[in-house]
Structure formats: structure tokens, C-alpha cells
């Protein structure tokens, strides 16, 4: 079977259809992996601190999610680690702190509150700077560009076809995992920006969350003194550069986090879309033509394609079209 696209989505599924011994090729003109928006991702795997972006009952696919990559970074070799988010705030956004716990109590358990002393022992750099906050376990992260390569290698390894051109119609059983270039009609691209940054003087270890009216950040460790500082949100399908305002937007509340990443040397300003269906969850889709298409991961490119690809195979097994 196809594999149409080399994204988290087409890699993860390709991996998962592999593994369930079916003969896979993957193809993405792109290169493997792809140079789709699944390159500029911040990593994080955090089901619980994404509830204003994720429904209840979405919340076991995601736990799943984060089950999958610790898996496949234990044996592929990667970092995944899985120390949970700390989610902060300065004493005047204290409301917007307090607005997000309120969306937390929705899963009884699943944070705790940290005074400064608690804060400090987990990141001693920002018990200085911050009153409290809160430590939601059971979250990951990873960093992209390492954990694709992981997973093209392991296919390559497994004898897959890699190809890097589109693929010759008619060929068996396709997944259609493009993403905005599926250009399905309901899918809708929503703008992301982010900063990479170089900050030999910030040591923090754990995915930090900084509670901010305007500007919402989360500063993902990527190794190496690299960190992924993210992320803007826009209704808009504008393909340009990273504009001057989202990047002050991101730098100053970066260095609103830490004083350390006034230092930062900045490594890349990215903008990506992100595809997204009009209810913001990812799918299956099976269309007339037999493709079954697996796209509108919105947000949640990571976290969520374990899901999808498993029922991916699911549906490939069910209608019995494996070869
Ligand atoms: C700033 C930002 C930060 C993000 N942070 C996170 C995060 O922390 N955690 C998380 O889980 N998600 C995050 N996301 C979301 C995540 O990046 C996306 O949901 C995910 O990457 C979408 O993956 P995809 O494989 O569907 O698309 P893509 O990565 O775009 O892959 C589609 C692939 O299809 C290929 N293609 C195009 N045309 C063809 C063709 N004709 N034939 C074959 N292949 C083709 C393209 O080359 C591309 O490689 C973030 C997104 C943004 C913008």
C-alpha cells in the first residue's frame, strides 16, 4: 500500500501499518520526511495542558499518543522525556492562571500546585522569578526534526520504499496523509509561527507554559541549550515569513519567562499551517475512491497521529485491503 505524504501523520502511519506486517512505500516529493509543517512543531505531547483545544473524549487518543513516542523513543533511540509541563504565571496574569486551572479541574487529578519552594525544586531558575504555579504530569516532549528522521531511518531500515516523487495512480491500497496539500474542501489552514532559539543561559528541563492574556507561550527544551519557543495562532492562510510582530510577540514573552533568552542567539523565525477540519479534530476519512485520507491534526500533529494510524490499520484490516 501508499503512504501519500512524509509528515508526522504519513510517517507514523506508515510505521504502524508496517508493524502490523503489511508491505508499505511512502512517497512525498518533499523528501523523507517531508518539509511540511510537521518540521517547524514545537514537540510537545500534552494532553492535559491542550484541553482548550482538545474535547474530553479526545483525551484517551492523546494519552495514547504520548504512550507511543516514549515506546518508540526507547527503541529508536531518541529523547522523549517525560518530566510533565510547568504552567506559570506572573502575579498580574494570575486570573488567566487561575482561568486555566479552572479548565484543568475538568480532569480530576491530572495537576498539582506548586508553591515557590516546589517550583524551585523542579526548575530553580524560575522558583526566583515566580510565586507558584502548576505541574501537570503524565505530558512529554520531543524534538520533531530528530524523532521523523528516527522514524524514516527505522522504515528504511524495514525495507520500505522511500520515494520522492509523487506516486503512480493505481496503486493498491492509499493513505492520503498530505495534509494542507490534500486540499480537501473542508480543511482549513491555521497559521502558526514559532522562534528557535539558542540559550547556552537557560537550563530549563521541563516544557514551561507562561500564562499571559496576549501572549500565551511554551518554551520546549530541544537539546543542546535549543529551545522551541511558540507558538501564534491565526485564522489565516498567509504562506509568508514570520511577521515583526508575532516575533516581538514571541522574544519579549520569551525573555518575560526567563531573563536568560535576552542572550539567545535566534536560530530560525518559522511559519507554518496548520491543516484543520471546522471542528478542530483530526480524521479518518474513507472516500468513494477507497483513499482513506488521515489529515486535520490542527494542533495536535504529534499527540494525536498514534490514534489515527491505529485506526488506520483498523480500518485497512477491516475492509480486508492490506497487501
Ligand atoms: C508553530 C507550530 C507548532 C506546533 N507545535 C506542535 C506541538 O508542539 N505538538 C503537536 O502535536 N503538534 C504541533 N503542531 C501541529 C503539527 O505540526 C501539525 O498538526 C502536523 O505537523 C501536521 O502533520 P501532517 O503530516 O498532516 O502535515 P505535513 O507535515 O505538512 O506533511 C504533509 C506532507 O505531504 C507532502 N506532500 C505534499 N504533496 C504531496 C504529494 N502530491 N504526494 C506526496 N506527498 C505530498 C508534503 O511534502 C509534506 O511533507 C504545531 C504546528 C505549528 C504550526
Known sequence: ??????????????????????RVRICDPGGIPGRGVSTLAGGMLAPFSELDHLALDQLE???MGVAWWRARAEALGFSCPARGTLVVAHHADRDVLARFEHDLERVPGCFERLNRAALRSREPTLGARFEGGLHV???????????????????????????????????GVVVDCRGMAAAEPELRPVRGEIAFLRAPDVTLEHCVRLMHPRIPLYVVPHGGGVFAVGATMVESGDEGEVTVGSAL????????????????????LRSGLRPAYPDNRPAVHRHASGVLSVNGLFRHGYLMSPSLAAEVVRSVGASNGGT
Open 1 to 22: 500500500m501508499t503512504v501519500l505524504g512524509a509528515g508526522v501523520a504519513g510517517l507514523v502511519c506508515a510505521t504502524a501499518l508496517v508493524e502490523a506486517g503489511y
Open 61 to 63: 487518543d492523546a494519552r
Open 137 to 171: 504530569p503524565g505530558e512529554a516532549f520531543l524534538e520533531p526534526k530528530v524523532a521523523l528522521n528516527a522514524l524514516a531511518e527505522a522504515l528504511r531500515a524495514s525495507e520500505v520504499e522511500l520515494c520522492t516523487t509523487t506516486a503512480p495512480a493505481g496503486d
Open 249 to 268: 510577540h514571541l522574544l519579549s514573552a520569551a525573555t518575560l519567562l526567563h531573563p536568560g533568552f535576552v542572550e539567545a542567539e535566534i536560530i530560525a
